[in-house]
């Protein structure tokens, strides 16, 4: 784990260590895909990389997962990423919401697929969260979709999710899309998620970390 005495010093290391694994994959094949999380967390994080150089017109952001909301609402991932991150030097990157406006996520979901897969895969970097629960990405306890999420061997890009404590139905990347990036991070702030961490094994963020042991986690108070 890498520990910073505050969130400003993670936000300023995490940005450096997505820009690398960005600017790596330009360097060799032009472009490089980026996918966050949402949540409240990744506010700093997001203004520290949009101040970063790289060629942001051959990056294409998205997210790791969204609640199935319009951009309108305070809950819409996407209005966060617009709002802190493609701002500055990111403002030239493409954006590749996963919220579509169909009914369901289950009625978006082909469609996101698609878009999916035309991004330059694997992804560059990924940067996941972590709730109070375990939860990463959108893969909560007892989720509708879990185990079908978690299939290191699945075929599935993206997958609709809804679950007790998920507030909205979500749509998620899943787990063989995380494990394939370049570069994966998991950040989390707090000593009460630094507790939640240490119980991981049972918890589905634990699956993520068994199997890619190599994900840098990125802690601070
Ligand atoms: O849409 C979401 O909710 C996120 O992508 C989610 O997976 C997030 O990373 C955790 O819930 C942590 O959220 P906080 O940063 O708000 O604690």
Known sequence: ?????????????????????????????????????????PVRFFQALSTQKLDWAKVTVTLVDERWVDESSPRSNAALVRMHLLQGHAAAARFLPLYSGAATPEAGCALVQAALSALPLPFA???????????????????DHLDAALNP????????????????????????????????????????????????????????????????IFWSP
């Open 153 to 216: 061997t699945g075929a599935a890009l993206a997958l609709p999710m809804h679950a007790p404590g998920a507030g909205e139905p979500r749509i998620t990347l899943t787990l063989p899309v995380l494990l394939a990036a370049d570069y994966l991070a998991l950040h989390i702030e707090g000593e009460a998620k630094r507790a939640v961490l240490a119980q991981a094994s049972a918890l589905p963020v634990g699956a993520v970390l068994a199997h890619r042991p190599g994900t840098e």
């Open 1 to 41: 784990m890498r520990a910073f005495s505050s969130p400003e010093a993670l936000a300023e290391a995490l940005a450096e260590s997505v820009a690398t694994a960005l600017r790596g994959r330009i360097a060799h094949e032009g472009f490089a895909a980026l996918a966050v999380s949402g949540g409240t967390t």
């Open 125 to 143: 970097a990924i940067v996941l969260g972590m709730g109070a629960d375990g939860h990463t990405a959108s893969f909560f306890p007892r989720g």
